[in-house]
């Protein structure tokens, strides 16, 4: 089946510092990546749509220039948190879905803390 | 956004019971519904799905049903186990985009 990997898991950071995470498409190519974000307790709040290729569509009220994404393979985007403060700390979790499929799988999520 | 929620946002069931967690949608435009199962700390799993052409799929202790009368979707587990533990969500494809319920707790008591 379609696999989809997240890295890293987990990740603490300094307030100001930048943090990146990868996900990666291991058995399909995706030209469409998505990136999600959640709270505690609470359902997933799409972000961005990463394109492979082109211009990431932002979700209204995420910031482009806090959430850098980034689609420069078929099998791999990346979401890069800038100037990390601690009202960024969050569950981030990938999707993508192989051609032709309707079915969206997710990475495993990381877990990032900004102290 | 579109409107996905759940009826129930905790859920405590005896193990081996059967267990049913609703979710009410909005767009009726909406042409495609899939179950996520989540456990603490992990991303979504891809449980079951189904087609707004069907009002019922079954999967291994697993059955959706969907009422799009009433924009209703359910997700019924059989002989709940232990392991069924997690927080439970609906998705509708609405659009090409998938939006998300609030999430069910589901508790399994041994």
Known sequence: GAVVSQHPSWVICKSGTSVKIECRSLDFQATTMFWY???PKQSLMLMATSNEGSKATYEQGVEKDKFLINHASLTLSTLTVTSAHPEDSSFYICSASPQGSYGYTFGS???LTVV | GESVGLHLPTLSVQEGDNSIINCAY???ASDY??????ESGKGPQFIIDIRSNMDKRQGQRVTVLLNKTVKHLSLQIAATQPGDSAVYFCAE????QFYFGTGTSLTVIP
Do not use: H, M
């Open chain 2, 33 to 38: 519904f899939i179950w996520y199962k989540q």
């Open chain 2, 26 to 28: 909005s767009n009726s």
């Open chain 1, 109 to 111: 999520g990381t877990r």
């Open chain 2, 93 to 96: 494809n609405a659009f090409n």
């Open chain 1, 37 to 39: 974000r959640q709270f």
